[in-house]
């Protein structure tokens, strides 16, 4: 599989977001930001998603870790939020679910 930088990743799959007509926010600068929040937040109708963005390779600190978890403690049952670790490997997953 092909090496796709981060931010590489993170263009297309807010290209593919937007063309399937998600609002879709993503701090460009995290520096002064909360450690760990997830890169992407997706808003289509009634539906919301968290995803955080990683390489095929990229680690997840623990931060991001913990965010992801507590999202998730969240999300559980909510039929209308969805939390994802997504990486270009996901892709045709990750088109199913913003076209979908």
Not at 61 to 74: K, M
Request: a positive charge; charged letters at 25%; proline letters at 4%.
């Amino acid at each position: 599989m092909p090496v796709v930088r981060e931010a590489d990743f993170l263009r297309a799959v807010t290209d593919l977001a937007t063309l399937a007509h998600w609002l879709v926010y993503h701090t460009y600068d995290s520096r002064r930001s909360q450690a760990g929040f997830p890169d992407l937040v997706l808003v289509r109708g009634e539906k919301l998603i968290f995803a955080e963005l990683k390489t095929n390779r990229g680690r997840v600190r623990p931060s991001q870790w913990e965010w992801l978890n507590a999202l998730t403690d969240i999300a559980q049952g909510q039929s209308r939020v969805s939390i994802y670790l997504w990486r270009p490997r996901d892709w045709d997953s990750i088109v199913g679910i913003l076209t979908g």
